[in-house]
T-cell receptor
Framework: GQQLNQSPQSMFIQEGEDVSMNCTSS?????WLWYKQDPGEGPVLLIA?????ELTSNGRLTAQFGITRKDSFLNISASIPSDVGIYFC????????????FGQGTRLTINP | DVKVTQSSRYLVKRTGEKVFLECVQD?????MFWYRQDPGLGLRLIYF???????EKGDIPEGYSVSREKKERFSLILESASTNQTSMYLC?????????????FGSGTRLTVV
């Protein structure tokens, strides 16, 4: 099936630093989603993007829908300890489909 | 608080056993999904269901089956467990209808097959 490639696979940062991660696809997506998984829990939806070029924020998180529709970016500003977890990008592989394909995840570790 | 409940957080089963993973949602959602999560591979879709008694294969259905007899319950069945099915299994549900991507996930079941 279709795959989404996330980069980097893991990040080790100091508290207070900004974080950037991205997600790419070989095919066009019409919707991009970003989820976060806390340790021991299931993923939770952070941000949904529906339009090429769209920039959406949720607190310290900002996500962008790439203009080519083949990529998306997630930025976290001024990281705090509770940002630790795995971040997944996701999207419907077919327009209108209700199932999602997920990326491999970016594991974020923060040193206090 | 609305939620998706997976019956077990941890399971250890023997090779060849038939294994049932249960998932219940209390949000009257139409869609339910089973994913497995492995390091470096992310979440991969095993099976999903858009309605009672309806099921569709995902990307990795081999070795699995599912059952949805009631709207709120979606069961994943490992017909004959093998060690390569050791993984974290995540159940999710969503409202249904086009553009309905707000998945609610359960906390996961970590299955070890020995």
């Amino acid at each position: 099936g279709q795959q989404l490639n996330q980069s980097p696979q893991s990040m080790f940062i100091q508290e207070g630093e900004d974080v950037s991660m991205n997600c790419t696809s070989s095919s066009i997506f019409n919707t991009w989603l970003w989820y976060k998984q806390d340790p021991g829990e299931g993923p939770v939806l952070l941000i949904a993007l529906y339009k090429a070029g769209e920039l959406t924020s949720n607190g310290r998180l900002t996500a962008q829908f790439g203009i080519t529709r083949k990529d998306s970016f997630l930025n976290i500003s001024a990281s705090i300890p509770s940002d630790v977890g795995i971040y997944f990008c996701a999207g419907p592989p077919i327009q209108g489909a209700q199932k999602l394909v997920f990326g491999q995840g970016t594991r974020l570790t923060i040193n206090p | 608080d609305v939620k998706v409940t997976q019956s077990s957080r941890y399971l250890v089963k023997r090779t060849g056993e038939k294994v049932f993973l249960e998932c219940v949602q209390d949000m009257d959602h139409e869609n339910m999904f089973w994913y497995r999560q492995d390091p470096g591979l992310g979440l991969r879709l095993i099976y999903f269901s858009y309605d009672v008694k309806m099921k569709e294969k995902g990307d990795i259905p081999e070795g699995y089956s599912v059952s949805r007899e009631k709207k709120e319950r979606f069961s994943l069945i490992l017909e004959s467990a093998s060690t390569n099915q050791t993984s974290m299994y995540l159940c999710a549900s969503s409202l249904g209808g086009q553009g309905s991507y707000g998945y609610t996930f359960g906390s996961g079941t970590r299955l070890t097959v020995v």
